[in-house]
């Protein structure tokens, strides 16, 4: 996860988030959003005509009764993709990654899952918390997804590596100290 932000969904927030991520990059990228339209100016504004865009908007049937679904979710009747910018892969086009990325932060931090007693009061608390996770996510948690060993030759099947560790930048995932590290992200929204 290369920049991620705590605050609400504003454009000034969207604008915070999407000039770190730039800011990050080393090349031209592609990005889906859903169909939130304060995405549309954020981007125009941060990248310009050097990103490839694409907004996937989802229509969802109307809400049942409260009182017969208590959290389930509403079925999704269709599937808009609106091309914005560039040229997309339609292959990529999906917010199936950062739906799965709000899954593993829901399911990794307590903070974040219905009827819980772990939330936050003070938005400092919640923004440190959010950190560390990311921290963990990107340095240490080992990922079923990263299994070869960087440059073998052979189909041996290799234990999970942490992204740090998958790239040979380090040996081991564990000797990274905080001064190596850039512990402050964004500033959070007020």
Request: with cysteine.
């Given at each position: 996860?290369?920049?991620?932000?705590?605050?609400?969904?504003?454009?000034?927030?969207?604008?915070?988030?999407?000039?770190?991520?730039?800011?990050?990059?080393?090349?031209?990228?592609?990005?889906?959003?859903?169909?939130?339209?304060?995405?549309?100016?954020?981007?125009?504004?941060?990248?310009?005509?050097?990103?490839?865009?694409?907004?996937?908007?989802?229509?969802?049937?109307?809400?049942?009764?409260?009182?017969?679904?208590?959290?389930?979710?509403?079925?999704?009747?269709?599937?808009?993709?609106?091309?914005?910018?560039?040229?997309?892969?339609?292959?990529?086009?999906?917010?199936?990654?950062?739906?799965?990325?709000?899954?593993?932060i829901r399911m990794s931090?307590?903070?974040?899952?219905?009827?819980?007693?772990?939330?936050?009061?003070?938005?400092?608390?919640?923004?440190?918390?959010?950190?560390?996770?990311?921290?963990?996510?990107?340095?240490?948690?080992?990922?079923?997804?990263?299994?070869?060993?960087?440059?073998?030759?052979?189909?041996?099947?290799?234990?999970?590596?942490?992204?740090?560790?998958?790239?040979?930048?380090?040996?081991?995932?564990?000797?990274?100290?905080?001064?190596?590290?850039?512990?402050?992200?964004?500033?959070?929204?007020?």
């Amino acid at each position: 996860m290369p920049s991620w932000y705590v605050g609400q969904r504003t454009a000034e927030d969207a604008y915070a988030v999407l000039s770190d991520l730039q800011g990050r990059l080393a090349s031209r990228m592609q990005l889906s959003t859903d169909g939130h339209s304060m995405y549309l100016s954020a981007t125009a504004d941060t990248f310009g005509p050097d990103l490839d865009y694409a907004m996937v908007v989802k229509e969802f049937k109307s809400q049942p009764k409260p009182e017969n679904t208590k959290y389930s979710p509403t079925d999704c009747k269709s599937v808009t993709i609106k091309k914005v910018s560039g040229s997309q892969d339609p292959a990529h086009i999906s917010t199936s990654f950062v739906e799965r990325q709000n899954l593993t932060i829901r399911m990794s931090m307590r903070r974040f899952t219905r009827l819980t007693n772990a939330f936050s009061k003070k938005l400092e608390n919640l923004t440190a918390a959010v950190s560390l996770h990311f921290m963990h996510y990107n340095f240490a948690r080992p990922h079923q997804t990263l299994t070869k060993r960087y440059g073998a030759k052979t189909p041996r099947r290799w234990p999970p590596a942490s992204p740090i560790t998958s790239g040979r930048c380090l040996r081991s995932r564990y000797c990274l100290s905080l001064d190596q590290l850039q512990t402050d992200p964004l500033p959070a929204s007020q």
